[in-house]
């Protein structure tokens, strides 16, 4: 399984994150980037996996009107320093993502420049899409060329000329040799050439195998982009939708039909990780987009609950507001900071976060398991997501009244992680009371709520296969102890543990791996499989 699969992610539109000038106007390089490295402690608290950095080369504007694929943009620093960003991401566990913005540049592209200068002369002509001298642009160009969805701002590559596509793959390996990111998203992946995506796929996947491929696509059959020749994943439009308007027209059918349609008993999406997120840098948050607050840890547990991977948009974690207004995005795209938003923010929904991405890494069923309805209503759902002899449940009410379930499960027992309340359990049957506007994940093993606090060891790698549901004895104690995870990340130290629940008391208790495996620093196993 591929590491994005199990990820969550966290996303950030740099020049407004960084509060960069609007124009670039040429002037001094300023490192305003280096503020990531204040956010990484928040990164890790939250359980993010990977940081996707929206554009940041060499820009007019926004960053999506590039002039310079090979340099970071000088409002936000220099190609040393972003290199240092992601080597200190790496080291705490954090993967990068870059923004791949290749189906158009911006006016000042150096390519375009010549054409401007030389005419018809200029070696770069048949660089961009629809190019021809028989007529005269909108900016008064001497010439006619295509505007990525009529803005002529936004000049349309053409990427059927290979010059192009070696010119951008070029590019593609600077980033990987420099600053080696882990993978790339492709703005307006829906007007991208299809042989353009798969030469991408084939020289990354030669240089990494892991390296993660993601398109921006709208509308239309997300598997035209994302299979085994092109992208691993496309942006979830529809789920986005179906999350905001499910909770603002109280009617989770809707949302429950879009995930059964792509991930249930026959979904047309088996084997994909869609990439799933509540808004972004082009659409208004989701604080802004819901008609009562109330809603918004309910729409992020949905998000964490359902099939693929959650993005958290940097700022929505503590319910910022931002509109597009007046036809400008700059209210999506605001600069923070943390002290502010530890101050001023929803931290009660913060924490809400938090929780879910500890509760994410610790349940595998909860990241990639088979979905599976239980019970829908208008203003209640209750899920399962199975896997591997494991299932976690999910309930949601959106009502302004107590709600319950009844619902037959194998399971001996039941917990709530975000409560750490216990479920009533007889005979198969589990009885849940929901508040008002309220959410719980339901296991048998509360493994969130029970891991000690464990010393940090020396991380070396697994020489032993273990096994989730065997029988070891603690040669320390005697004790007989059940394998109930082989793979944990401690909240704080990001430290791999092994999880475990005593047979004499019932207690879940976790241990460092290299303890189980015998690979910690002095070389012996605490533990025996029985």
Same mark, same amino acid.
């Given at each position: 399984m591929?590491?994005?699969e199990n990820a969550v992610?966290?996303?950030?539109y740099?020049?407004g994150?960084?509060?960069?000038?609007?124009?670039?106007?040429g002037?001094?390089?300023?490192?305003? !980037?280096?503020?990531?490295l204040?956010?990484i402690p928040h990164?890790k608290e939250?359980g993010v996996?990977a940081?996707?950095?929206g554009?940041?080369?060499?820009s007019?504007?926004?960053?999506y009107?590039?002039t310079?694929?090979?340099v970071i943009?000088?409002?936000l620093?220099t190609n040393?320093?972003f290199?240092?960003i992601?080597d200190?991401l790496? &080291?705490?566990?954090?993967?990068?993502i870059?923004?791949?913005v290749?189906n158009?540049?911006?006016r000042?592209f150096?390519?375009?420049?010549?054409? #401007?200068?030389k005419?018809?002369?200029?070696e770069y002509?048949d660089?961009?899409?629809g190019?021809n001298?028989g007529?005269?642009?909108?900016?008064?160009?001497?010439?006619?060329y295509?505007?990525w969805?009529?803005?002529?701002?936004?000049?349309k590559?053409?990427?059927?000329?290979w010059h192009?596509? %070696?010119y951008l793959i070029d590019a593609v390996?600077?980033w990987?040799?420099? $600053?080696?990111?882990?993978?790339?998203?492709?703005d307006a992946a829906d007007?991208?050439?299809? *042989?353009?995506?798969r030469?991408?796929? #084939?020289f990354?996947k030669?240089r990494n195998?892991?390296?993660?491929?993601?398109g921006?696509?709208?509308h239309?059959?997300y598997?035209?982009? @994302?299979n085994?020749?092109?992208?691993?994943?496309?942006t979830?439009?529809?789920?986005? &939708?179906?999350?905001?308007s499910s909770? *603002?027209? #109280?009617?989770?059918f809707?949302?429950n039909?879009?995930?059964?349609?792509?991930?249930?008993?026959g979904?047309?999406?088996?084997?994909?990780a869609l990439y799933n $997120?509540v808004?972004?840098h082009d659409?208004n948050r /989701? @604080?802004?987009?819901?008609?009562?607050?109330?809603?918004?840890?309910?729409?992020?547990?949905?998000?964490?609950?359902m099939?693929?991977?959650?993005s958290?948009?940097?700022?929505?974690?503590?319910g910022?507001m931002?509109?597009?207004?007046n036809d400008s995005?700059?209210?999506l795209?605001p600069?923070?900071e !943390?002290?502010?938003?530890?101050?001023s923010?929803?931290?009660?929904l913060?924490?809400? !976060?938090?929780?879910?991405?500890r509760?994410y890494h610790a349940?595998p069923a909860l990241?990639t398991g088979?979905?599976r309805t239980?019970?829908?209503r208008?203003?209640?759902? !209750?899920f399962? &997501?199975m896997q591997d002899?494991?299932?976690?449940?999910v309930?949601l009410? /959106?009502?302004d009244a107590?709600?319950?379930f009844?619902?037959q499960?194998?399971?001996?027992?039941?917990?709530?992680?975000i409560g750490?309340?216990?479920?009533p359990v007889e *005979?198969?049957n589990?009885?849940?009371t929901l508040?008002?506007?309220s959410?719980m994940? /339901?296991? #048998?093993? %509360?493994?969130?709520n029970n891991i000690?606090?464990v010393?940090?060891a020396i991380?070396?790698?697994?020489l032993?296969v273990?096994?989730?549901?065997?029988k070891y004895? %603690?040669l320390?104690?005697?004790?007989?102890?059940?394998?109930?995870?082989?793979?944990v990340r401690?909240?704080?130290?990001?430290?791999?543990l092994?999880?475990?629940?005593k047979e004499?008391d019932? +207690?879940?208790w976790a241990m460092?791996?290299?303890?189980?495996t015998?690979? +910690?620093?002095?070389?012996?196993s605490r533990?025996?499989?029985?």
């Amino acid at each position: 399984m591929n590491w994005y699969e199990n990820a969550v992610m966290y996303h950030i539109y740099p020049l407004g994150f960084c509060g960069a000038p609007k124009y670039n106007e040429g002037g001094e390089t300023v490192n305003r !980037l280096e503020k990531v490295l204040d956010w990484i402690p928040h990164l890790k608290e939250l359980g993010v996996d990977a940081l996707y950095f929206g554009p940041v080369f060499e820009s007019v504007e926004y960053g999506y009107d590039t002039t310079d694929y090979h340099v970071i943009d000088r409002r936000l620093g220099t190609n040393e320093m972003f290199a240092h960003i992601c080597d200190e991401l790496h &080291k705490n566990g954090i993967r990068v993502i870059l923004d791949g913005v290749f189906n158009h540049v911006g006016r000042n592209f150096w390519a375009f420049r010549d054409v #401007q200068e030389k005419g018809q002369a200029s070696e770069y002509c048949d660089w961009f899409a629809g190019l021809n001298f028989g007529g005269q642009s909108p900016c008064g160009d001497p010439f006619w060329y295509e505007g990525w969805n009529g803005f002529y701002n936004l000049v349309k590559l053409n990427l059927k000329n290979w010059h192009v596509c %070696d010119y951008l793959i070029d590019a593609v390996s600077m980033w990987i040799d420099t $600053f080696h990111i882990d993978g790339i998203r492709f703005d307006a992946a829906d007007c991208v050439d299809f *042989n353009f995506f798969r030469r991408i796929h #084939q020289f990354c996947k030669e240089r990494n195998p892991e390296f993660w491929l993601m398109g921006e696509i709208i509308h239309g059959d997300y598997k035209r982009w @994302a299979n085994p020749e092109m992208l691993d994943s496309v942006t979830n439009y529809e789920c986005y &939708k179906g999350i905001y308007s499910s909770h *603002n027209d #109280q009617n989770y059918f809707e949302i429950n039909y879009s995930i059964n349609r792509q991930f249930g008993n026959g979904g047309i999406y088996h084997g994909t990780a869609l990439y799933n $997120f509540v808004d972004n840098h082009d659409v208004n948050r /989701l @604080a802004s987009t819901l008609s009562d607050q109330r809603c918004l840890p309910l729409c992020y547990t949905l998000l964490y609950g359902m099939p693929g991977i959650p993005s958290i948009y940097y700022g929505s974690e503590y319910g910022v507001m931002g509109r597009h207004e007046n036809d400008s995005d700059d209210g999506l795209r605001p600069c923070l900071e !943390l002290s502010e938003l530890n101050h001023s923010g929803n931290l009660d929904l913060y924490r809400h !976060l938090v929780k879910l991405g500890r509760i994410y890494h610790a349940y595998p069923a909860l990241r990639t398991g088979a979905y599976r309805t239980i019970e829908v209503r208008n203003r209640q759902l !209750l899920f399962a &997501k199975m896997q591997d002899g494991r299932t976690v449940y999910v309930a949601l009410n /959106l009502e302004d009244a107590q709600s319950e379930f009844w619902f037959q499960m194998q399971e001996p027992s039941l917990v709530d992680v975000i409560g750490s309340q216990p479920v009533p359990v007889e *005979n198969g049957n589990a009885h849940i009371t929901l508040a008002p506007f309220s959410q719980m994940i /339901l296991v #048998q093993d %509360d493994i969130v709520n029970n891991i000690e606090t464990v010393e940090e060891a020396i991380s070396i790698p697994e020489l032993t296969v273990l096994t989730e549901g065997a029988k070891y004895r %603690d040669l320390l104690d005697d004790s007989v102890c059940v394998l109930l995870q082989a793979s944990v990340r401690h909240a704080e130290t990001q430290e791999e543990l092994v999880v475990y629940r005593k047979e004499s008391d019932g +207690s879940v208790w976790a241990m460092p791996k290299s303890i189980f495996t015998g690979t +910690s620093y002095d070389n012996q196993s605490r533990f025996a499989k029985l």
